[in-house]
């Protein structure tokens, strides 16, 4: 499904992805670790074409992300992303930041879109809030909106760059909830988080981010139990 | 009186030309500008930089009075067309110069964070610009729209010298025959004031139902 071969990555001077490998099976759910500035954004930034990467080779949904942007949008419209912000059309109604990629991107018809937004809507557990706009919800309901607007477009991998940290403490539950339903219906995800609990639930893998490498990767029982690496040991003691 | 409201008419032809233009090359060009190939953003800026920094006068004498010296533009728009179109291209031009910065400033000071998620569901760099960045940017920019507006129409007033019959061009024909100057003058701020105000309270109002509907 992800097919990832030393990728690096550089903004300017600074090298920020220093050559990581992966590979990711369809179904899988993998959750990445490492301390801030490690680089993980970034290279979930690079598997959908957000950031371009300066050498390596990425392969995602079937398709090849090289250095040429021709055809990005076509890849985009596959892997779906989950922001920490939610990043909600401001100016779209609930209903509105749902159906935009279908009707616009996937020309499907109105009614159709329609009824595939109430249908998500109802999966996120937001069925009544369609004609809100996004500042008239809470950040753990626009989450919500903003992985059933990931859903509409039917996407075989979802990304999510940590979706819970921007919230209220007592918000985060309902974001993880509708995220761990997605997991076990098969969904393949690539989560940035450092929600230990959702990792152990749902995670098929944790992969360790420091300085731009995969330090350690391992099931969640390997890594938060028994992890080999020091750098690994110290970053959980001060998490966990 | 009537003299001065055939002028009236020419003015607000003139004004509503130049505006509907300049918005069309400010779109243009701040496209352009903010694009990635380097020859667009050259051109539009070197466009920019050259009418925000020569004054609207002295490009219309040299477009409306000094093009037809080197160039046959009269015989290609005809001897009596040119004047008028070179006169409301100009004008258009010279708007539209700071129309594309009010544009262009709209447009960057959307959230980078709406155009990742547009680009995140598959749109491109067209439909993200029309469905996302532009409808946004285009609440912020009403209001100095507004004034670009407001602005080109007290320019009419520059067309005079270069002979293009409109308010004030007629005032002075007025003027030199009677030597009324106050009252005449003074009667030509009062239509100007009246278009002016008219058209910022319409777009006040406009602005307000706006926010209303679409929050
Ligand atoms: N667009 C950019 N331009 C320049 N530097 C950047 C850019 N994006 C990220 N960086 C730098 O790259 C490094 C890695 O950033 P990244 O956001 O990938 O880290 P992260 O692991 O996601 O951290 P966090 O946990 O804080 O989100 C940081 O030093 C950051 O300052
Ligand atoms: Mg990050």
Redesign the interface.
């Known amino acids: 499904m992800i097919n990832v071969k030393d990728l690096y990555k550089s903004f300017g001077k600074l090298e920020v992805l220093k050559g990581i490998s992966n590979h990711i099976d369809e179904k899988e759910v993998v959750v990445v670790i490492g301390p801030s500035g490690s680089g993980k954004s970034t290279f979930l930034r690079c598997l ?3 950031e371009t990467a300066t050498s390596g080779h990425i392969e995602i949904a079937g398709m090849e992300l090289t250095h040429s942007k021709t055809k ?3 890849l ?6 989950v ?1 920490q ?1 939610f ?5 779209l109604t609930i209903l509105e930041n749902i159906t ?2 279908p009707r ?2 996937l020309k499907r018809t109105k009614e159709e879109s329609n009824a595939l937004a109430r249908e998500l809507l109802k999966k996120v557990g937001l069925s009544g809030k369609e004609d809100s ?1 996004p ?1 008239e919800l809470s950040g753990g309901q626009q989450q919500r909106v ?1 992985i059933a ?2 859903l ?2 039917q996407p075989e991998v979802m990304l999510f760059d940590e979706p819970t940290s921007a919230l209220d403490p007592e918000m985060v539950g309902e974001v993880l909830q509708v995220m761990k339903d997605l997991a076990r219906e098969g969904m393949t995800m690539v989560v940035v988080t450092h929600e230990m609990g959702f990792a152990r639930e749902v995670g098929d893998r944790v992969i360790f981010m420091d300085d731009g490498m995969i330090v350690e990767e391992g099931s969640p029982q390997d890594i938060f139990s028994n992890a080999q690496e020091e750098r690994t040991k110290s970053f959980l003691a001060k998490i966990l | 009186m009537d003299v001065l409201l055939s002028g009236l008419k020419y003015t607000v032809e003139f004004s509503i030309i130049a505006i509907i233009l300049m918005v069309i090359i400010g779109l243009i060009a701040a496209l352009m500008r903010l694009s990635n190939f380097f020859l667009f953003r050259w051109i539009a800026t070197v466009y920019v930089e050259l009418f925000r920094s020569t004054p609207l006068l002295v490009q219309l004498f040299f477009i409306v009075l000094g093009l037809p010296a080197i160039l046959p533009v009269n015989d290609w728009f005809g001897q009596r067309n040119y004047p008028v179109i070179a006169t409301a291209l100009t004008l258009a031009l010279n708007e539209g110069a700071y129309v594309t910065e009010i544009i262009r400033a709209g447009i960057l000071g959307i959230d980078r964070g709406q155009k990742e998620a547009a680009a995140s569901i598959g749109m491109t760099k067209f439909q993200t610009m029309r469905y996302i960045v532009l409808p946004q940017a285009f609440k912020r920019m009403i209001p100095p729209m507004v004034n670009q507006a407001a602005q080109t129409i007290k320019d009419t007033s520059l067309l005079a010298p270069v002979g293009v019959v409109e308010l004030l061009y007629k005032t002075e024909i007025v003027v030199s025959s009677t030597f009324a100057s106050f009252k005449f003058y003074g009667v030509c701020a009062i239509l100007y004031f009246i278009i002016i105000f008219a058209v910022s309270k319409t777009a006040s109002y406009l602005e307000r139902r706006f926010q209303v509907d679409k929050r």
């Open positions: 959908n074409g957000l990005l949008h076509m985009q419209q596959k892997v779906g992303m922001f912000q990043n909600l059309f401001k100016h935009i990629g616009k991107v706009y500042d903003a607007r990931a509409a477009m």
